[in-house]
């Protein structure tokens, strides 16, 4: 990649990020439409970890990495300290791969 797209690319960036300080105060938003952000967001993030947990590419992961997925958001649902959650998610996958389940 050539320089000049890396400094592109990286003004871009920042300007975007430097938009929404500034921002702020002159932009309203009705409480609808700020309700919809949330919402949005919060279904962006279940999408990225939905594909992450389930995919590689275009091929299922099989069973192993959602059930470590699964084992740590439960525990971080039960507010489990983050490296427990960790730990036991990532055991649980290699566990289970040892076993044999791909």
Do not use: C, N, Q
């Amino acid at each position: 990649m050539s320089w000049i797209a890396i400094i592109a690319l990286a003004l871009g960036t920042y300007a975007f990020r430097f938009a929404g300080p500034v921002l702020r105060d002159r932009i309203s938003v009705s409480e609808g439409v700020r309700r919809y952000l949330t919402l949005a967001a919060v279904a962006l993030l279940a999408a990225l970890i939905g594909t992450a947990a389930l995919l590689d590419g275009t091929h299922f992961v099989g069973l192993a990495r959602p059930a470590g997925v699964l084992v740590g958001a439960v525990l971080a649902w039960r507010k489990a300290p983050f490296v427990v959650v960790v730990v036991a998610a990532a055991l649980t996958a290699a566990l289970l791969r040892v076993a044999g389940v791909e």
